[in-house]
Structure formats: structure tokens, C-alpha cells
């Protein structure tokens, strides 16, 4: 399949800081660190039962990024019928890096956009891990 | 859990959009109206929530009236509301009034700008409308206005 | 189940402290693992040990690992924690120094004021009694029975109430009172305001607490905030569950969620000053509704 | 905890001299326990100690330059099992 993309899918949170920290950094991967090999949805979709969505997760790499412990991002990828070869949740990078908490929802601030940085850095790496895994 | 006889909160469901300019606009949009414009009667609600949570999500919006703002044309706002808590009170499609506004730019939904930021604002003040609409219909009790 | 070797028998430990070039708190880390290699103690080198791991196995393997970092950052901690060391005992110097009321300030070089508290810091390290385990479990007291609640909402928030057995004080803290024995945790409350829990530092085992000391402190993607302990008793275990994966408390709060046990030595007299489960489930009411009008307004 | 909660003294005092206006502590605290005063020489005050939850000392946590003192908590402790006991007595 010439065009196969991973999916990254960030969780909708729109009350969590860390939840923007997530769609920041699914940003940072799919616009300007693996635009050719690396995508995302609306999460949404999944909920709703999109069809078409829902067989770009079945027939394509996923991996999601939780903005707390509800795991919504993949129990909704689950919902639709296929399993996230990767499921982050921002919070375990914040026990790595206990200084760059986000500060708020609309503005997450110095820290936080170190933390997407360096998230956006890891899930890229993943991306080209499972690209050569069709 | 008791009844509220006339509920005091509207609830606003945002589109997630993580794929769509108007997808940022919107929670953009429903955040604003939440903590500035209408603090303490408007509460969001999360659409994943509703199929990953617990039922607290679902169960809060049967029983208020639910505004739901969509970026574009799928309307999963407006459908997660009739599927999961009745009937939709109002209905905002941000794609449409974008056109309607005449505006053409291509729009950033990772790096809202001065024009998206204007947007946001202006959809802001159409929840703002829909939200005195029904205080004013009497279909929210609010103490303190 | 833990030996429970007597408390003074010489305990052999290693030390991997924080590089220590970026603040005053680093150098005095230093200053104590070169003064802990004079007693004898192997000192790990964080970056020697960075690059190639295989040179410190033999003393990672054998002592107890005593980590020190320089200030809250913990970048000493995170390398143990990315080998999946076990951490006996943890010293960060800015902390300790603010206890013995030194400011660690800013620039690295080490201070007088700083300087002349290492050897106090080094006896605390030396002075590693009994092992930091759980010590041996109570037979009869096992906190198993299924547990069933009351809830009440405020907007899309359900707050859970357990219907017995759980006593609570007024910082939302509770204890599951089983026998001679009593589990502490945080309340639904706690976990649903200060969010995300991402850090668990325990209590030192065998430590007396007096109703409402703290025991532990939390530390979540939000806040940080300190378990205040109901009971008055001795700390006789540790959820090592929950030192691991904080998040539990999240999901959890009342069971697996537990955080400390305690052998109670005043539970006829504290029991006095708690809430029984009603008594909480209207406190939290009132209090949820009234922060939740100043939270979200209206 | 069976005391009129204006019996017990419990909150948090601010040290001026080491207090540097951060605000960290009135943003945590969602009780209300302090108030801004712009255009006072003490820029905060903890103006409604009745707010303060007792025994918790949650603010002094984020207050860098440990400008925030609580009273004791086991002489806190006794003086509420007194005041329970003189309430039963003194009916």
C-alpha cells in the first residue's frame, strides 16, 4: 500500500491541560515531522461509528494519546473494531519530567510545550517503527 | 440521584474536530463561553465520554438542554445528541457560518491565528446568543442573573 | 513476606548521586556521595553509569540503592527509575537543607551554610534502619469485603460515598477500619479536584503518626497535596501498587487505591473527631456544590 | 468535628518579610481563605480564616519562600477534644 499512514489520534479532553499537550503534540507529527507517513482523525467519528474512519483504524497503524486515565482515545479506537499498536498518556512523561507540568487549557505554557516536544519527538520515532511494519 | 425540577446549566457539546481548523475553533469557542461569557451555566461536555466514560457524562446531558456546536458538515455533535441525550436544543455549524461571513482564508488548526482567534470570538457570541435564548424562554432557571 | 532483620545491623548501601553542575543543591549532593565513599559506600557515577551500565553491576547488585538528588527536578531518581532500580531510600538536598533551614540557592557553587550541613545529610543517609518493606501482615485483617457506595452528582461529576466501615476527616481523607488495623486514602472527592496523580512518596515504615499528621504526599498533574492521616497508630504498610502506578488512586480510591496501613494505638479517642459515612456524604455534598459555584461560577 | 469551626484557630499567617506577592497561594486555594489588596501595603491578606479547612496546610506547599506558618497540629488536636469536652459537660 504506497500511502500507508499511521493514525495518531490525541483524546478530545477540552477541561485538561494535558489533553492539549496530546493534540499538540499529534500536530508537531502529522504537520512537521512525518507529514508524508503520519495522520490523524476526529475522534469523534470513532464515537459516532463512521464508517470511513473506522476502516482507516482497521486498515492502518494507530497510535493514541490519552489526556488522563479515562482512556478515551483508545477505548473508542477499540469500539471501532481495531487495537492501538501504541497507547500513550501524557502524564506517564509527566512523571519523567515532574517541571514541565502545562499550565492551562488554551495556554499550556513554556513546560508544556517542552513536553509536546518531547513527545511529539518519541511518537515520531514510533511512527517510522511501524511504517516498516505494514 | 433527585430530579431538578427546571435545570440551572445548559450544556454545550463541541465537535472534537482534532482534524479540522473548525474543530479548534469550536472547543476554542465552547471554552470561552464557559469561563467568560456564561461561567456557572454553561458546562461542557466531552462527545468521546460519552461511549468511553462513565455514565455521569451521558446522564448530566439528558437532563439539561444541550447546544451542539459542529465544525463542519458530519455533524457528530448534533447526532452524538439525538443518539445519546434526546433531542438537541440548538445547533451551531461553524463551517457554514464561516461561508456565510465571506471568509475564504485557509484556516490553521494547530497554530490559530490572528483570524481564527477572531472567529472563535465570533462563534463565541452565537453559543452566547443560543445560551440567553433559553434563559430567556424560561427553559433554564438561573439564580443570579 | 519481608524479613524483618533487626534495625541496627549495619545495612550495606550504594550511592548514585545527581551530577550536580546546575545548582548549589547538586554540589552539595556530591560534596555528601564523596564524603559517603570515605565510610566505604561505592558511589555510582550517574554519567559513567549513563554510558555503560555493566560498570556498576556488581554494586547495584549486591548494596541497598540510596539515591540523592539535588533538587525536586530528581534527575538521579528518573535514571534509577529508567533501569528499573529499586530505590531504598531517596535524599533531595534542597528539601533536606530547607529542614535543617538552609536555603540551597541558585548558584552551584557550594556554600558555607550548605557545605557545613553534609555531614548532618550523610548521617541521615548512614542511619538506614529497617528496610523499607511492608512489615509482616496481619492474619485476620484482610479489607477484602465488597464495598458498596452512595453517589450525588454536581453538574457531569459523580462524587462516590462508601456506604460503611470508612471514617473521614474534614481534608477528605479516609480510614478503612478493619480490626487493630486501618487502611488511609484520599477521597473521590480528592482524586476528582487535584486531578491526575503522578507521584506517591510514602511515609518511612514503622513511623508513629498522630491523628490528622500527614502521612505521604501526592503530586499530580495540577497540585501537590499531603495525605492527612485520621488515625493515630504506626505505619505498618506501604501500597507498593500505588508507589508504582499513582493513577490507581484515580480509579480506585477507596480500594486498590489504598495508600498506607496503619497498627491504630487511639482509634477509640480519634473515632471522635471523624465523620462516619453519612455524616461525610453531606459535609462533601455541601462542599462539593459550594467550591463547584466558585470553581465554575453561577 | 463537633466544635463550632470559630473556636479553633486554625489558618495560614503570612511572614511579610518573606512574602513576595507570587499569589501561588491564593490561585491553589479554592476556599477563599485570602484576598487581593492592590492598593495596600500588605498586597494579601487572609481575610476569611473561617474558610480554611483545618489541619490542611496545602497553600504552604506551593509558597516558594515559605512565607506561610500554621499553628501546631497536636496542640490544635487537644484543644478541640477540651473545647468537646467542656461543650458535653457544660451542656
Request: glycine share 8%; aromatic share 6%.
Amino acid at each position: 500500500m504506497g500511502n500507508e499512514k499511521v493514525y495518531v489520534i490525541p483524546c478530545s479532553g477540552i477541561g485538561k491541560a494535558t489533553a492539549s499537550v496530546g493534540r499538540d503534540a499529534t500536530y508537531k507529527v502529522i504537520e512537521d515531522k512525518r507529514p508524508e507517513t503520519s495522520d490523524t482523525l476526529c475522534l469523534s467519528l470513532l464515537t459516532m461509528g463512521d464508517e470511513e474512519a473506522a476502516d482507516k483504524v482497521r486498515k492502518n497503524k494507530v497510535i493514541t494519546i490519552e489526556g488522563c486515565a479515562k482512556d478515551c482515545a483508545r477505548k473508542n479506537v477499540e469500539a471501532s473494531g481495531a487495537t492501538p499498536a501504541i497507547s500513550h498518556r501524557v502524564h506517564d512523561f509527566l512523571k519523567e519530567h515532574r517541571d514541565l507540568k502545562p499550565e492551562s487549557v488554551l495556554d499550556v505554557g513554556e513546560g508544556g510545550r517542552q513536553l509536546t516536544e518531547i513527545m511529539a519527538e518519541q511518537v515520531a520515532d514510533e511512527v517510522d517503527d511501524l511504517i516498516g511494519k505494514a | 440521584m433527585e430530579m431538578e425540577v427546571r435545570p440551572t446549566k445548559v450544556g454545550v457539546l463541541s465537535c472534537s474536530g482534532e482534524s479540522e481548523a473548525e474543530g479548534t475553533i469550536a472547543r476554542n469557542a465552547v471554552r470561552l463561553v464557559m469561563e467568560e461569557y456564561r461561567p456557572g451555566i454553561v458546562v461542557s461536555l466531552c462527545l468521546p465520554l460519552y461511549l468511553a466514560g462513565d455514565s455521569g457524562e451521558r446522564d448530566f446531558a439528558r437532563r439539561v438542554p444541550v447546544i451542539a456546536v459542529d465544525g463542519c458538515d458530519k455533524a457528530c455533535a448534533r447526532l452524538a445528541t439525538d443518539k445519546y441525550s434526546g433531542d438537541v436544543e440548538s445547533w451551531i455549524d461553524i463551517r457554514d457560518l464561516i461561508n456565510q461571513w465571506g471568509v475564504t482564508e485557509q484556516l490553521s488548526r494547530s497554530h490559530p491565528g490572528k483570524l481564527e482567534q477572531e472567529l472563535t470570538e465570533r462563534v463565541a457570541q452565537e453559543i452566547v446568543k443560543l445560551v440567553d435564548r433559553l434563559v430567556a424562554e424560561g427553559k433554564v432557571e438561573v439564580d443570579n442573573q | 513476606m519481608a524479613d524483618s532483620r533487626s534495625a541496627k545491623e549495619p545495612v550495606e548501601i550504594v550511592v548514585l548521586p545527581c551530577s550536580g553542575l546546575d545548582k548549589e543543591a547538586g554540589s552539595a549532593s556530591r560534596e555528601i556521595a564523596l564524603l559517603l565513599s570515605e565510610h566505604g559506600v561505592p558511589v555510582v557515577c550517574p554519567v559513567l553509569y549513563e554510558r555503560s551500565p555493566k560498570r556498576y553491576e556488581k554494586e547495584l547488585g549486591s548494596g541497598r540503592l540510596v539515591v540523592i538528588d539535588g533538587c525536586k527536578t530528581g534527575c538521579a531518581s528518573k535514571l534509577a527509575a529508567d533501569r528499573g532500580l529499586k530505590i531504598a531510600k531517596r535524599l533531595t538536598v534542597t528539601e533536606a537543607a530547607k529542614k535543617l533551614g538552609v536555603k540551597a540557592g541558585k548558584d552551584p557553587h557550594l556554600g558555607e551554610a550548605l557545605r557545613n550541613q553534609v555531614p548532618a545529610l550523610v548521617e541521615q543517609l548512614l542511619a538506614i534502619e529497617t528496610p523499607e518493606t511492608s512489615a509482616p501482615a496481619n492474619a485476620q485483617v484482610s479489607f477484602s469485603d465488597p464495598v458498596t457506595y452512595r453517589e450525588f452528582g454536581v453538574d457531569k461529576f459523580v462524587f462516590r460515598v462508601p456506604d460503611s466501615g470508612y471514617f473521614f476527616n474534614e481534608n477528605d481523607c479516609w480510614a478503612r477500619v478493619e480490626g487493630t488495623r486501618a487502611r488511609v486514602g484520599v477521597s473521590d472527592y480528592v482524586q476528582q479536584s487535584a486531578s491526575d496523580m503522578i507521584f506517591f512518596e510514602p511515609p518511612k515504615i514503622s513511623a508513629e503518626v498522630s491523628i490528622f499528621d500527614e502521612v505521604g504526599s501526592l503530586e499530580t498533574t495540577k497540585t501537590a497535596l499531603d495525605i492527612i492521616c485520621p488515625v493515630s497508630g504506626k505505619v505498618v504498610a506501604v501500597n507498593q501498587e500505588v508507589v508504582e502506578a499513582p493513577e490507581l488512586i484515580n480509579e480506585d480510591p477507596y480500594e486498590r487505591g489504598w495508600a498506607v496501613e496503619i497498627e491504630l494505638t487511639d482509634f477509640e479517642d480519634d473515632r471522635e473527631l471523624l465523620m462516619d459515612p453519612p455524616t461525610y456524604f453531606d459535609y462533601l455534598k455541601q462542599k462539593a456544590e459550594k467550591e463547584h459555584k466558585e470553581l465554575y461560577g453561577g | 468535628m463537633g466544635v463550632p469551626r470559630a473556636k479553633i484557630p486554625w489558618c495560614p499567617t503570612i511572614d511579610y518579610e518573606k512574602c513576595d506577592y507570587c499569589m501561588e497561594c491564593d490561585e491553589f486555594c479554592p476556599h477563599g481563605v485570602f484576598e487581593r489588596r492592590e492598593d495596600e501595603e500588605k498586597k494579601l491578606v487572609v481575610a476569611h480564616p473561617e474558610n480554611c479547612v483545618v489541619f490542611c496546610k496545602a497553600c504552604g506547599k506551593t509558597c516558594d519562600p515559605d512565607a506561610l506558618t500554621f499553628p501546631d497540629k497536636k496542640e490544635t488536636t487537644a484543644l478541640i477534644k477540651r473545647l468537646r469536652e467542656e461543650s458535653k459537660d457544660g451542656g
